[in-house]
Structures are given as C-alpha cells and as structure tokens.
C-alpha cells in the first residue's frame, strides 16, 4: 500500500506556542490529504481537507486560524497549531489516498501534549 | 448528517473463536467501505475494503455488505492474541478517490489466550 510518513511523532510544547507537524506522502502524488484528531477513547474526527495549491477546507467547528494548513507541493502537507492549549492536546493523524483508489493511508500520527 | 454506527464493545473471544464485527450507516448512497484495525497509541492501519454487495475474504478476515441493510460486517476466524485492537469502519460517502472516509467509533476487540 502507499507509504504516508508524518513527523514528529510526539511532540511536548508550552501553552501558548505554536507546533508544526508534516505529513509526506513518499510514493505517489497526492493532491489531496486529510487531518484528523483523535481524542483518547473516540473515533478519528476528520478536521480539514488540504487541497495542493489551493486553500484547505475545514469542518464545521474547527478554527482555521488556529489549525493552520499549508499543501504547497504534491507530497507535503502541513498543519500547524497555533497558541496551543492544553485542550488542544490530542493525536492528530493525517492520511491521502491513492489517486486511483478511494481507500485512505495514515501517517505514523503525532501525540501532542500542551502543558 | 453522516453517520458510521458501531457497536463501542469490548467485544471479549477466546483465542481460535470467530470475531463478529458490525457496522451501519445512514447515508444510502455511500459507496465504499472500510475495516481499519488501529492499536493504541497507533495510526489506523487498512485491513479489508470492499465497494460491492456480497462477502470479500483475505485469508483469516472476511467483509461482508449489504447495501440494502446499509450494514457492513467483519468477521475474524482462527482469533488470536494479536488481533486484540480497536477495529475502526469507514465509508467513503461519495464513492471517490481522494474524499475523506467517515469513521465509526471503533469497537475493541479482545483475544484472550
């Protein structure tokens, strides 16, 4: 299946700054990648739509100025937490899906921790 | 609103029993769908698809659909220790490659040796 690298793994920062997390699709183009959240116990809760070249699409509820998404190339998405908050402490996890196929790839997630 | 129902468990087999694992979901028009098995701590990780009516196998998993029922199955023969996880469903609503799948809550399954 398609590889989807996301990094850092974990991340530990103080409320108030912001965290960077990449997702890289390492075997195919992806126009399109997903973030999801998971909070501990419940299901992945889709937060945005990167789109490449173009602005992302955020589900209702979710702050775009405060969960930033860049998809400047066809590999590399990015979000980007801004003024983090210990609420904001979750495992986000991002996915693409094969140009062909409607089935979906995660990256590694990254367990976020603001204190 | 979409919706992607499970069953939240545990879900509790000895080990060499059937695991059965169900799903509904409420959009009629959805077109794929997908069992995911995710460990804690872990990503997702894609363990069966299946996109048409009827039963799907892949050595000791089998997905079974019925589109009418809006009801997607997954069933595990032979369970092992290992298999313990939270199993995820998911379904492309709109049937097309590059659009997010909708998830359930998972149901987590227990292997006991």
């Known amino acids: 299946g398609a590889v989807v690298s996301q990094h850092p793994s974990w991340v530990i920062c103080k409320s108030g700054t912001s965290v960077k997390i990449e997702c890289r699709s390492l075997d195919f183009q992806a126009t399109t990648m997903f973030w999801y959240r998971q909070f501990p116990k419940q299901s992945l809760m889709l937060m945005a739509t990167s789109n490449e070249g173009s602005k992302a699409t955020y589900e209702q509820g979710v702050e775009k100025d405060k969960f930033l998404i860049n998809h400047a190339s066809l590999t590399l998405s990015t979000l980007t937490v801004t003024s983090a908050h210990p609420e904001d402490s979750s495992f986000y996890i991002c996915?693409?899906?094969?140009?062909?196929?409607?089935?979906?790839?995660f990256g590694q997630g990254t367990r976020l921790t603001v204190v | 609103q979409k919706e992607v129902e499970q069953n939240s468990g545990p879900l509790s087999v000895p080990e060499g029993a059937i695991a059965s694992l169900n799903c509904t979901y409420s959009d009629r028009g959805s077109q794929s769908f997908f069992w995911y098995r995710q460990y804690s701590g872990k990503s997702p990780e894609l363990i069966m698809s299946i996109y048409s009516n009827g039963d799907k196998e892949d050595g000791r998993f089998t997905a079974q659909l019925n589109k009418a029922s809006q009801y997607v199955s997954l069933l595990i023969r032979d369970s092992q220790p290992s298999d313990s996880a939270t199993y995820l469903c998911a379904v492309n609503i709109r049937g097309q490659a590059g659009t997010a799948l909708i998830f359930g809550k998972g149901t987590t399954l227990s292997v006991s040796s």
């Open positions: 996915s693409a899906g094969g140009a062909l196929n409607t089935e979906a790839f």
